[in-house]
Structures are given as structure tokens and as C-alpha cells.
């Protein structure tokens, strides 16, 4: 009989590999190459878009990947520069952008699921399975298993997480430059007491997630306090 490709591969054998690569490895050995890990940036602040990456690495397991690591443990200056090694070495890669809007019109969860779907079809390569951080995606083109800590157990994963992070820190560093006043370059939209503070005194402005309950309550009654692009402009 055929393998089941819809669920874990059965007496899978793990055998150590270097560095976040044991994971992956059992899986090529069991036939799923290629493998691709899915991660996003920008679940929880209340401003910016979501942004949701996905990435196939060649199974070599090339030396200037060897820092690939969860990118929240990696400082910005690493960060950047894995970025434009991980877009030249891996066989294919995805990044897909949910704006603001989106996520407030289907919900944070369904467009991380939404955005992680959108980034696997979009992959130049069909994988033969794909790990996702953190929970089940339901809807991908091909096996998957979820990993609690994903980011710093799979090297797909990480790379997937970089190129997110990165993308998105961009995003919001030219936010930062049209929209000024929030510190959008500095914090990223998340909670932080100045950005709290810069909330009250500004109002929300277009790229804020209504959604979000300390953005919401800031609205003024009969009327938005939104603060605009043009308006930060003049």
C-alpha cells in the first residue's frame, strides 16, 4: 500500500542533524521533499499589516544558514543580513502581505490562516509537506504538521520567520516616515506606553486595527478620530 501523505509519516526515524535541521531531515528521508515552514510577523500589534512568509530550503545545509534561528532571538542587524541570504539560497519563497483592513474585516486568526495559504500557493515549488508554527492550517496544498515553536526547531520555519519579520519591520519604518508621531520605527505598532500615549494624542490613524480593544476605544462617538496619512503630511 501507498503512504498516507494526509497525515504524520508513520515509523518516521529521527536521527540527529545539525543545527534546526533534525526536524526536516526525517521528512526528506521519509520521501516529503520538498519541505516548506510558514511563519508570520505582526499577529499581535495593533497597528500595521499581518505579514505571512513562506519558505523551501535546498536540502544542503549551507554554512551562511547556519545562524538561522527564531527571528525574535536574533538581533535586527542579523536579521538583515540573513534576509538576503535566505531570498538566494532557498529553492523558493513566498510573502504575502494582509493590510490592516483585512485583518480587521475577517478576523486576526482567520487571516494568519488566510495569509499562510496565500503564501504556500504562492511558492514557485509545490512542497511535498509543510510545517506551520504553531497551529493547523487547514486548506494547504499538501500534508502539514504544526510545530509549537516552530521558528526556533525548523530551519524552514526560521527562515520563513525572517523574511517576515524583516518585511514587515520595513513596512512600518516607512509608516513611520508617513505617518510620524506614533513611533512606528521604534515599536512596530505594539503596545508599548509611548505608543499608548501617541494614541491618545494623535487618535488612531488609518493603517490602526479597529479591531484591536485598546484601538477601539478610542473612537469618539458619532465620528472617528482617525488620523490620516494626508493629515500628517500638512
Known amino acids: 500500500m501507498g503512504q498516507d501523505r494526509t497525515s504524520w509519516p508513520p515509523r518516521m526515524v529521527m536521527r540527529r542533524a545539525a543545527g534546526l535541521r533534525t526536524l526536516e531531515a526525517a521528512l526528506v528521508r521519509g520521501g516529503l521533499a520538498p519541505v516548506a515552514g510558514v511563519d508570520e510577523a505582526g499577529r499581535g500589534p495593533c497597528a500595521g499589516p499581518l505579514v505571512v512568509a513562506a519558505c523551501l530550503l535546498a536540502p544542503k545545509a549551507y554554512d551562511k544558514l547556519a545562524g538561522l534561528d527564531d527571528s525574535k532571538k536574533l538581533t535586527e542587524a542579523a536579521r538583515e543580513e540573513l534576509f538576503p541570504v535566505v531570498q538566494r539560497l532557498a529553492l523558493a519563497w513566498s510573502v504575502v502581505v494582509v493590510p490592516a483592513w483585512e485583518v480587521d474585516s475577517i478576523g486576526i486568526h482567520v487571516a494568519n490562516i488566510e495569509g499562510m495559504r496565500r503564501a504556500v500557493v504562492g ?112
Open 123 to 234: 511558492l514557485e515549488h509545490t512542497p511535498g509537506y509543510i510545517l506551520t508554527d504553531g497551529f493547523k492550517v487547514p486548506g494547504l496544498p499538501a500534508p502539514s504538521l504544526p510545530v509549537i515553536g516552530g521558528d526556533g526547531t525548523a530551519a524552514c520555519i526560521a527562515a520563513a520567520s525572517i523574511l517576515a519579520k524583516v518585511t514587515r519591520d520595513r513596512m512600518m519604518v516607512e509608516l513611520d516616515a508617513q505617518l510620524p508621531g506614533y513611533g512606528f520605527a521604534a515599536h512596530k505598532g505594539y503596545n508599548t506606553p509611548e505608543h499608548t500615549a501617541a494614541l491618545r494624542q494623535l487618535g488612531p490613524s488609518t493603517e490602526h486595527r479597529r479591531s484591536w480593544r485598546n484601538v477601539r476605544e478610542l473612537e469618539v462617538p458619532g465620528g472617528s478620530r482617525v488620523a490620516t496619512r494626508a493629515a500628517h503630511a500638512r
